[in-house]
């Protein structure tokens, strides 16, 4: 029996800036219902205050503790390994969630022991992703660290490319695999779980995403429900991952909870 969720945010929670309709609503309801749930996002793009603040203008409260994001979960990881010095690919804001590790100089392509890649939009070129190719080059034992490995997402201008495309390449250019942290790795949906505390069968993980977040999340043990909102594509439904179930949007989940309990 199902007793959890993890709610992705982007296309699920909201979409271009705006609570998708019933959102609001079905969160109110999880609470009065006292049903465990937790945001997992791979937004690599603010840190995880401004998520709280942005969500606060939309009307959704949310506390800092309900999200996790692949930057907390990274940081937490540094704290456990001699992982510094760092080279971060990541926007500028969101460095500040990672402010307490050393960190290489801005423009330095020697001296990391890991270079963390994020989202970096349209902040991408090519003698930003040759510095991160040698940074990599020049230390064999350099840590790549993605936030992330989601392919794409919708912005008020379409879709866009993510983080994913550029650790692909990276990881091709220097013949070593990166460590993930985000969906849809499985170590952190653990991590999700274990903030919950509760075991990944009875946990309903819902995304936007086919792959990141219903497949990652079916790959870790969890169910994966899929909404026909955010990046969500009628072709999502024709591949070789199949969500345990799929909801026209959020708002669907109550009257979809009932049925399974």
Same mark, same amino acid.
């Given at each position: 029996m199902l007793k959890a969720l993890l709610i992705d945010l982007d296309g699920v929670i909201y979409q271009a800036g705006q609570p998708v309709p019933g959102a609001i609503e079905t969160l109110d309801w999880l609470d009065h219902q006292s049903?465990?749930?937790l945001f997992v996002t791979n937004t690599t793009s603010r840190p995880r205050d401004a998520i709280v603040a942005r969500l606060a203008a939309m009307g959704i409260q949310v506390k800092a503790d309900q999200i996790l994001t692949p930057v907390i %979960?990274? %940081?937490n990881w540094i704290r456990q390994q001699n992982a510094e010095p760092l080279a971060l690919f990541i926007p500028y804001e969101t460095r500040t969630d990672l402010s307490e590790f050393q960190q290489v100089a801005e423009g330095g392509e020697t001296g990391a022991n890991t270079v963390v890649v994020g989202d970096l939009a349209d902040g991408w070129s090519f003698d930003v992703m040759n510095r991160a190719f040698r940074l990599l080059l020049s230390n064999p034992e350099c840590q790549l660290v993605a936030l992330g490995m989601t392919?794409?997402?919708?912005?008020e201008s379409g879709l866009q490319l993510d983080v994913g495309p550029f650790i692909? %390449? !990276?990881e091709f250019a220097v013949d070593r695999s990166a460590l993930v942290f985000g969906k849809p790795a499985e170590a952190f949906y653990s991590q999700a779980l274990a903030i919950l505390g509760v075991r990944a069968e009875e946990t309903l993980m819902i995304g *936007? *995403?086919?792959r990141g977040d219903v497949g990652g999340a079916q790959a870790a043990g969890l169910q994966g429900a899929l909404v026909k909102t955010g990046k969500f594509q009628k072709s999502? !439904?024709?591949g070789d991952i199949v969500p345990d179930v799929v909801l026209e949007s959020f708002a669907s989940l109550p009257d979809y909870w009932v049925t399974q309990h």
């Open positions: 049903i465990p749930y %979960a990274v %940081a392919r794409y997402w919708r912005t692909k %390449a !990276l *936007d *995403d086919i999502d !439904l024709g």
